[in-house]
């Protein structure tokens, strides 16, 4: 009897240890390892950001929502301002197509793959900060957050979209800022995001082409 309750409180102790061990190994990890590690486990998003695109015609401003899953198909739609709200462009993984309401027959027309649109979405970035080299990892006060911001570069040399900076909240592991810059350090978008969600449960008609 002694031995059978002797070997249960070492079985219980040991338990106990293991748990204490991975408690410490969570807390002793960085902010920047617990960052990558969500990084890492994304499986998709949605978001919604404001997204501010720069030119040597002007600049825009557009309210916009993001669907994009780590396979591949995307989403954006354009909320805000009334001449572009309802618009949206969406990858189903073979094709990208544009849909405006505006249009009289609504129709929907297949478009060439556009690295600046691509861009925009947080699983391009990732792939283009694994593949980076001499990446930089900073800290950065953004309002009253205290953030790690990373930084790629962008593959392919064009000229509007060179590198890309993501400012990532600490504690909460979110995104709050993206932007990507042009061959001459200038801003080219901006996106500042109001919510953002990981691994949600995303409705497959998201990423439908309606003919």
């Known amino acids: 009897m002694k031995k059978a309750i002797c070997a249960l409180c070492i079985a219980c102790f040991s338990i106990a240890f293991a748990g204490c061990n ?13 960052i990558q590690k969500q990084l890492n486990e994304m499986e998709n998003y949605q978001c919604s950001a404001t997204m501010e695109r ?12 993001q669907y994009f899953k780590s396979t591949g198909e995307y989403r954006l739609e354009l909320t805000a301002p009334e001449t572009v709200a309802g618009n949206y462009t969406v990858f189903d993984g073979e094709k990208i197509c544009q849909f ?9 027309k297949q478009v060439p793959e556009s690295q600046q649109r691509n861009e925009l979405f947080l699983g391009q970035f990732l792939k283009n900060y694994m593949q980076s080299e001499g990446v930089t990892v900073e800290a950065a006060a953004l309002d009253e957050s205290r953030c790690t911001v990373l930084e790629a570069v962008i593959p392919g040399g064009n000229e509007y979209t060179a590198t890309e900076k993501l400012w ?9 800022q993206f932007i990507i810059y042009d061959s001459k350090g200038n801003e080219t978008y901006h996106l500042s995001y109001h919510t953002f969600e990981y691994n949600v449960e995303l409705d497959d008609s998201l990423f439908q082409i309606i003919e």
């Open 54 to 65: 720069f030119s040597n015609k002007g600049n825009n401003t557009y309210e916009t929502n």
């Open 22 to 34: 991975k408690m410490t190994e969570q807390a002793q990890m960085t902010e920047m390892e617990k």
């Open 100 to 108: 405006n309401p505006r249009v009289s027959s609504k129709i929907v």
């Open 168 to 176: 990532v909240d600490n504690e909460t592991l979110k995104p709050v």
